[in-house]
């Protein structure tokens, strides 16, 4: 380009000059400024509205600074308006992967306010519910992290296969596929419909051959390995001290799990291991997801062999004023301790309502995963927590 | 099951090292707000309670005060504590930050700081973090989006519980300008009569 074109496009000569020292500094390494870099927030590896602004020497990154609150929508401060039956649509949205964690676990702290016992009929659907979710959910989890990391759709799909057949069995009970609004204070909205149970008997009895199918595909996989082996790693002590949870906690070492330490909705009746990791790196991520799979399954199992009869719901009253007190109900959601704390002044509606984002905590490590590795690294740091930018933002 | 602490257990753990920073009122600890870090530092240390992970940090605003919560587990002996700061100062309300004791504060106390303007001091990094700089007020505080008359934002009450509210008012609902076609209360068969004769 000549220096007339530059003045009829209004470059200065200087600036040239400037983006080639930039070019020679990136390049050589030496002297360099720190480039700033945003991804997102419209990028297909952030997974939502996210935006992480990096800043690059080289290749490496020197810090990881996220910008959250695209997908702000204010649920606290609406759920202080409205009854506590009405807020149980919100939480659907408030983590839309996994919906039916999120109204089990705000159900619960309702339920502890107004001192509410479910029925066990109702105890076995939520479970039932609850490990359906985490399937579906871990299938999109570990579909995107490999999709991340460079195997373009096919694991990705083959994955979505098996979350669609979730889906459709909480459209046959409850008639939504993401935003069930299924359970209910003191219970769940519906019965099981008669052609759910022979649906999950066949769903069951095919996940093992699909689960052996991924694992052979991708178990092995070396790209997988040289992209994810001790990539993002985190110390055990440092993942407690960032208050981590579920699997990117559990890759760690650290055996923590609320259905094991603090049962709820019967989780003591079942018998399933808790899948640790070793290295704490990405790629445990992923094998304590894949290993929770199988556990889910095989709760799922013990669920539809031992599911009592009765009621699926309990008496409880449609305009309900809990006494003034306090609760705090916490599940292990797919994406680790998701809890809600509800404050009642006596009201229709929650005085406060709170939610505790799995999410939005596990972040907090973010940036001492991703310092010092590679760009294309941080993608698959920030893919392997598994977020959700409803509940980081909510 | 994850127990509850005994908060009275908490309280002589907490006044061993901070004399006088801890009270137990009606089953809750509360510990004051200036010794905070010191206070939860001596939780977190000491071998009884061993609250080494920090499950949930969040503020209530009480109108008069504002409340910082805290939810203290320990993951080895299985036990969780919950912890009060009462913050009265609602000009500029300000608590120590415990980001130097847990990690996982950060980014809590910057949603506190963001929806309910209570500074954490000591933080690193206190910006506010789903509202934009210079976003007017503090959504979480009571007195935002309060309408005049009320006491407070919030729902007063159940709709079929006050005369005000209930629905339908007598005359709150607008009619409609009348149309030809609508059924007409009388004589609509005059009208019909009419039309059919002129037609």
Partial sequence: ?394 | MTANYDVTAAMEIVNASAPGAACVDDGILFLEPERLVESVQSLRDSEESDLVFLSNLTAVDQELHFEVVYHLQSLDLNHILQIKARVTDREDPAVPSLTGLYQGAHLQEREVYDLFGIRFEGHPDLRRMFLWDGFPGYPLRKDFLQMPGQVRAGLPGFPHESEENAWPVPGSVPQRPMHPNDPQPEGDLVVAEESEESS
């Fill in chain 1, 1 to 394: 380009m000549t220096t007339a074109d530059d003045a009829r496009l209004g470059i200065q000569e200087d600036s040239h000059l400037a983006m080639q020292g930039t070019i020679e500094a990136l390049t050589t390494g030496d002297g360099s400024e720190p480039v700033v870099v945003n991804l997102g927030p419209q990028h297909p590896s952030t997974h939502g509205v996210f935006r992480l602004k990096v800043t690059l020497d080289g290749e490496i990154v020197q810090d990881a600074e996220m910008r959250i609150g695209y997908l702000h929508r204010s649920m606290e401060k609406l759920a202080e308006e409205r009854t506590y039956t009405q807020n149980i649509p919100f939480t659907d949205r408030i983590d839309y992967l996994a919906a039916m964690s999120n109204n089990l676990a705000y159900c619960l702290a309702a339920e502890e306010l107004l001192g509410i016992k479910v029925p066990p009929r109702a105890q076995a659907i939520r479970v039932m519910f609850a490990e359906l979710q985490r399937v579906a959910s871990h299938a999109m989890a570990n579909g995107t992290f490999i999709n991340d990391c460079g195997a373009w759709h096919t694991p990705l799909f083959y994955m979505f296969r098996d979350r669609e057949r979730v889906l459709d069995m909480f459209e046959m009970t409850c008639g939504a596929r993401l935003t069930t609004n299924y359970m209910r204070i003191g219970g769940v909205a519906f019965d099981l419909p008669d052609e759910l149970l022979p649906t999950l008997e066949s769903f069951l009895a095919d996940m093992p051959d699909r689960i052996a199918d991924y694992e052979a595909l991708l178990m092995e996989n070396e790209i997988l390995h040289a992209r994810a082996r001790g990539v993002g790693v985190i110390s055990p002590e440092m993942a407690i001290n960032s208050s981590l949870s579920g699997p990117v906690l559990r890759a760690t070492g650290v055996p923590w799990d609320l259905r094991k330490a603090n049962p709820y909705c019967g989780y003591e009746n079942y018998e399933f291991d808790v899948p640790v990791g070793e290295q704490g790196d990405c790629f445990d991520r992923f094998l304590v997801r894949m290993a929770e799979v199988k556990q889910s399954l095989k709760i799922l199992r013990q669920v539809i062999d031992n599911l009592p009869d009765g009621p699926w719901l309990a008496d409880v009253p449609l305009h309900a004023r809990p006494e003034p007190g306090e609760a705090y109900a916490r599940v292990e959601s797919p994406r680790g301790e998701l809890g809600f704390y509800l404050v009642s002044d006596g009201g229709p509606a929650p005085y406060r309502f709170h939610c505790r984002p799995p999410s939005l905590i596990n972040l907090t490590a973010l940036k001492e995963m991703s310092i010092g590795g590679t760009l294309a690294d941080a993608i698959v740091t920030l893919g392997s927590i598994d977020i959700v930018v409803g509940e980081i933002d909510r």
